[in-house]
């Protein structure tokens, strides 16, 4: 992926788009029996966890059947729900090549799965990240025009040199995102939703803070790629989501120039605070100390 977000040629066997055949008929079982792991621990503890809207995804998908979904089948539902299809990509994608594919309701996934001993933890989001984490909240209508307003923005974004402002509102909404409900916290994140410990972190453990979501005070807060957050921000309905799509974001980009960046463990003047976190988990060394989530 070059500097500037602009691909270079995709790479052998993908088409020009980045795209590949899914290739269903060529998981071996053992890539089966790795889906049906994650998906058997991530559902026995999702119920008053994720979202509604997330458990009405996975169920309207019918991904509960046992191994990984075949995106030909998967696609008749989705796209009859909300215009959506998922495609099949080797991996990450240049930052232009994705924002073209949201832009046109086409969610690129990978079409690779995780090994046994990464069950936990992996960089690179595999097809259980993807399809598990995030295709279920593309049921949703107000989700999917969100999703698609993110890569018209993106495109718009890489052409003001704002990238880096537009990948944290992704960050801490479709992939790290919490939601206020009248039954409590709910995860409509995929980063979260498909990790079982960060599902339990990102709800219950008093070390991150947990911030009202506010659209500029999230283009302006840094983010940790390696471990699990330390600020999660909380919107208080999916109509949230739908209300930054009606945003001016020229004059946001305007002010965002001249404004300075939040540390990840930052609580700042107009943060509305619901937890104040202890940040012991970041502390303690995170992840690579092995120190206890959760
Ligand atoms: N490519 N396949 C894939 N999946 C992603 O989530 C992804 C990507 N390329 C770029 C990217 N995400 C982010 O950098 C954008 O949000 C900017
Ligand atoms: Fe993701």
Redo the contacts with the bound molecule.
């Keep these: 992926m070059s500097g500037d ?1 602009l691909s270079n040629g995709p790479p052998p066997g993908a088409r020009p788009d980045w795209t590949i055949d899914q290739g269903w008929e060529t998981y071996t079982q053992a890539e089966h029996d790795v889906w049906i792991t994650l998906y058997e621990r991530q559902t026995d503890m999702l119920h008053g966890r994720a979202c509604d809207e997330f458990l009405r995804g996975l169920d309207a998908l019918d991904l509960h059947r046992s191994g990984i979904p075949d995106f030909a089948r998967i696609n008749e539902e989705l796209k009859r729900l909300t215009g959506w299809t998922v495609v099949a ?1 080797p ?5 232009d090549v ?2 073209d594919h949201l832009a046109n309701r086409r969610f ?3 079409q690779f799965i995780r090994k046994p001993h990464e069950l936990d933890y992996l960089q690179e ?1 595999d097809i259980f990240h ?1 399809v598990f984490g995030h295709v279920p909240m593309l049921t949703d209508p107000v989700f999917a025009d969100y999703m698609q307003a993110y890569g018209e923005g ?1 495109r718009r974004a890489l052409g003001l040199g704002r ?1 880096a402002n ?2 944290r509102l ?2 801490y909404t479709v992939e790290f995102g919490l939601m206020n409900t009248p039954s409590g916290l709910r995860i409509y994140g995929a980063g979260i939703v498909s990790s079982r410990t960060e599902s339990i972190f990102g709800l219950d453990d008093p070390s991150p803070n947990r911030i009202g979501f506010d659209l500029e005070r999230v283009m302006r807060t840094l983010y940790r790629i390696d471990d699990f957050q330390q600020v999660y921000f909380v919107i208080d309905s999916i109509q949230t989501l739908q209300e930054v799509t009606l945003r001016d974001f020229g004059a946001i980009y305007e002010r965002l120039a001249s404004a300075t960046d939040i540390g990840v463990a930052e609580i700042v003047p107009g943060d509305a605070v619901l937890t104040r976190g202890t940040q012991a988990y970041a502390t303690a060394g995170g992840r690579l100390a092995g120190a206890a989530a959760g």
């Design positions: 977000g990509v991996g990450l994608v240049p930052d994705f924002f690129p996934a990978g989001p993807d993106g990238l537009l990948a992704y960050w």
